[in-house]
C-alpha cells in the first residue's frame, strides 16, 4: 500500500533509522497485517492480536496509531484506494490524446490489474466492507462516486448519460467482487476487453 516504506520487521536494537521511518513502518505494517488478516479471517473474526502476530508490533503500539480495529480497518482501506485511484488517474492523465474508449480502458486496466496484484486488498476493499459498518459503507459509495466522476470524464459522456455511467460502474463492481469473493482475483485483467466493449455500447460517444 505504499512501497516506499519498509514493509518487514525492523531490526531489534539500536539502529540508525530516524524517528520518522520507524512510525511509517509501524503503520504500514500494521495496515497490510489488518489487510491481510482479515482476507484470511473475516473482518469479523479478525482480533487485534491477529494483526499485531503479523505486523511484529506491540498492543502498546497499535494503539499509539489507532483507536481500535474498524479505526486500523478503514485506515488501511484508505490508504490501499489512494494507491488504487492513483495508479487509474496516471494512466489516464498519460493518455490524453487518444480516443475516450482508450483512455477508459487504460483507466481500467490500472484498476483490474492492481487488484489482481494484491488479492487480501482487494478482498479488504471489495468484500469485507460490508461487514464493517456505516461508515465504512459511506466510504464506498464515496469511491464509487468517484469512479462514476472518473469515467464520465475518461468517457466524455455528457451529464445526460451520467446514468449510463452509474450503471456501468455497478457492473464492473458486482463482477469484480463476485471473483474476488469465490477467490479468483487472477482473473480480473480478463475482465478490461468485455467491460470496454459495453462502455462502448452503453455510453454514447460524442
Keep these: ?8 520487521p525492523l531490526p531489534r536494537g539500536r539502529h ?5 521511518t520507524v512510525v511509517s513502518s509501524q ?13 484470511e479471517r473475516g473482518y469479523v473474526h479478525t482480533s487485534v492480536a491477529q494483526v499485531l502476530r503479523r505486523a ?17 480497518f478503514l485506515a ?10 492513483r495508479g487509474m488517474r496516471a494512466e489516464y492523465e498519460s493518455t490524453a490524446d487518444i480516443d475516450p474508449v482508450e483512455r477508459f480502458r487504460h483507466a481500467l486496466g490500472a484498476y483490474l490489474e492492481a487488484l489482481a496484484d494484491d488479492p487480501a486488498f482487494a478482498r479488504t476493499c ?11 459503507l459511506g466510504r ?9 466522476d472518473l469515467i464520465a470524464t475518461a468517457l466524455g459522456a455528457r451529464d445526460e448519460d ?21 477467490g479468483r482475483a487472477d482473473e480480473l485483467p480478463a475482465l478490461r476487453d468485455p467491460l470496454v466493449d459495453v462502455a462502448r455500447r452503453m455510453v454514447p460517444r460524442r
Design 1 to 8: 500500500m505504499s512501497p516506499s516504506v519498509p514493509t518487514e
Design 16 to 20: 540508525r533509522l530516524s524517528r520518522e
Design 27 to 39: 503503520r504500514t505494517r500494521l495496515l497490510r497485517g489488518m489487510a491481510e488478516a482479515v482476507a
Design 56 to 72: 511484529h508490533v506491540s498492543r502498546e503500539t497499535f494503539y499509539e496509531h489507532f483507536s481500535g480495529k474498524e479505526d486500523c
Design 76 to 85: 488501511a482501506y484508505d490508504a490501499g484506494v489512494v494507491s488504487l485511484q
Design 126 to 136: 471489495l468484500v469485507e466492507i460490508y461487514a464493517v459498518g456505516p461508515e465504512a
Design 140 to 148: 464506498r459509495d464515496a469511491l464509487r462516486g468517484g469512479f462514476v
Design 162 to 182: 451520467r446514468f449510463a455511467c452509474e450503471a456501468l460502474v455497478a457492473a464492473v463492481s458486482a463482477l469484480v467482487t463476485e471473483r474476488v469473493a469465490a
